[in-house]
């Protein structure tokens, strides 16, 4: 083989070299910043880690916890990675430290990896950063007691009573007319209007909750806590009970002589003992019988709305008051779920 087949040789084989040997990524670039260097004991210290690595990578986010020494971690927050140069992506992760004892202190190095495409891992870490730290309280031998450096007496200048008095008259008028003001929009101000009566508030209530609650979830559980608070509230606003602060015991007392009966009274009773087995003891509700119940509270409701009849003539003798077991009602109340 001559010199020239040497030379060819030689390419070929440096050839196959560079084709077989693994594509290296640049190693990640790490820098750490802190806005502060000396602070006393608790202050914040803004502490920013930044890493810039190759985009055909994956880098593996560093624990912190409690690894940075004698610093305590107050706030951890990580921002989104970007493209920062062509081919190279930037991590950052923002802490809020703060140290608790004196002197000069470390913050320790983080320590991560990234991971390349074949699965290669290359661990990197970050420089320690020094701080001093002062102490709050005064320094030993310093003697608290001494009053020192007080300013020389104030200096007020010429008292000029005319000009305050000035003032004084134009604060007293502005003061006045703002009371006047106030106290004719006072006289005419409109009262606010009425509260909604009781049939009103519960049956909106009972539309809402059938839109947010799912009567079967978690047993009826919740179902039944919102489905007893609007009938213990109509019961209190409509015939003037507490039962809202009251036990389901003293409830049922109170229903032996409610003003109302065709039943409901029994039904009432009955709707209780369910309830609270459903929602203390943890036992589900039949298949349907949330519903049912909502049913019965929406008919109740509808079935003791007061009848509010026409003004009687002067020759006429005016109705009886109406009663809870009067027919249902006239008034009609959309309550469409």
């Given at each position: ?38 602070v ?5 210290i ?29 706030k ?9 140069v ?56 310093t ?55 009781a ?7 009972l ?17 039944y ?19 809202i ?35 203390y ?37 005016a ?12 008034r009609k ?5």
């Amino acid at each position: 083989m001559g010199v020239r087949g040497s030379r060819q040789a030689v390419a070929l084989l440096l050839t196959i070299l560079l084709h077989a040997a693994p594509a290296h990524a640049d190693a990640p670039s790490i820098s750490v910043a802190i806005d502060k260097q000396s602070v006393s004991v608790g202050d914040p210290i803004n502490y920013t880690l930044s890493v810039q690595y190759d985009s055909t990578q994956r880098l593996i986010a560093p624990a912190v916890g409690n690894t940075l020494g004698k610093v305590q971690v107050l706030k951890d927050s990580t921002l989104p990675v970007e493209p920062s140069v062509p081919g190279r992506k930037l991590y950052r992760r923002q802490l809020r430290l703060a140290a608790f004892e004196t002197g000069s202190i470390w913050i320790a190095a983080i320590h991560g990896e990234t991971v390349d495409p074949a699965g290669n891992s290359t661990p990197w870490q970050s420089d320690s950063l020094q701080i001093s730290v002062a102490s709050v309280l005064a320094d030993a031998g310093t003697d608290t007691t001494d009053i020192r450096g007080l300013k020389e007496p104030y200096q007020a200048p010429e008292f000029r009573w005319w000009l305050w008095t000035l003032v004084a008259l134009g604060l007293l008028a502005i003061g006045a007319y703002f009371w006047l003001r106030r106290r004719k929009q006072l006289a005419v101000a409109v009262p606010p209007p009425p509260p909604p009566p009781a049939w009103e508030t519960a049956l909106v209530s009972l539309r809402t909750m059938r839109q947010e609650i799912d009567p079967e979830a978690d047993g009826g559980r919740l179902w039944y806590f919102r489905l007893s608070e609007i009938l213990r509230r109509y019961f209190d606003q409509r015939y003037g009970w507490a039962t809202i602060d009251e036990t389901t015991t003293e409830v049922m007392q109170r229903l032996e002589s409610a003003p109302f009966d065709d039943g409901h009274q029994q039904r009432a009773q009955e709707f209780f003992q369910l309830a609270d087995r459903v929602r203390y003891a943890r036992h589900p509700a039949n298949v349907g019988r949330p519903e049912v119940d909502w049913e019965w509270i929406q008919q109740f409701v509808r079935s003791t709305i007061p009848v509010i009849s026409a003004v009687p003539a002067a020759n006429e003798t005016a109705p009886s008051e109406p009663t809870a077991t009067e027919p249902p009602p006239q008034r009609k109340v959309d309550v469409t779920a």
